[in-house]
């Protein structure tokens, strides 16, 4: 189950990085909006829209990908299994065989203070 889990790790990672690089290189709409403005024959304010390209949907398949790996993740982070140990298991037996620390002496007052 933990090399699942890594694997898991890995994917998510990995579709993570791949969608930062595939947003960062596509065309966004809003890249000809200077040409509408007198500089190019755009022929409305954002461009056209056309049908999505290779990088889009390869996007989308990314996402997915993620999201995916998220819920997996997170199905195993959920339903672990029963021979795992918590934090405080075992904290009572550990803590009877430690020894209590010996008394302090109590503190000595100082005689040689001039009364007033």
Do not use: R, W
């Not at 056209?48 to 999201?67: D, E, H, I």
Request: glycine share 12%.
């Amino acid at each position: 189950m933990n090399t699942l889990f890594t694997v898991v790790i890995v994917v998510q990672v990995l579709s993570a990085l791949l969608i930062i690089g595939l947003v960062l290189l596509q065309h966004g709409k809003g890249a000809d909006m200077g040409a509408a403005f007198g500089s190019g024959a755009s022929g409305s304010l954002f461009g056209a829209t056309g049908s999505s390209n290779f990088l889009s949907k390869l996007t989308g398949v990314a996402a997915t990908v993620f999201f995916l790996s998220t819920l997996g993740l997170a199905y195993m982070g959920n339903h672990s299994s029963s021979n795992n140990i918590g934090v405080m298991q075992g904290v009572g037996s550990a803590a009877q065989q430690i020894p209590a620390p010996a008394a302090a002496p109590a503190p000595v007052e100082d005689t040689n203070q001039i009364p007033k």
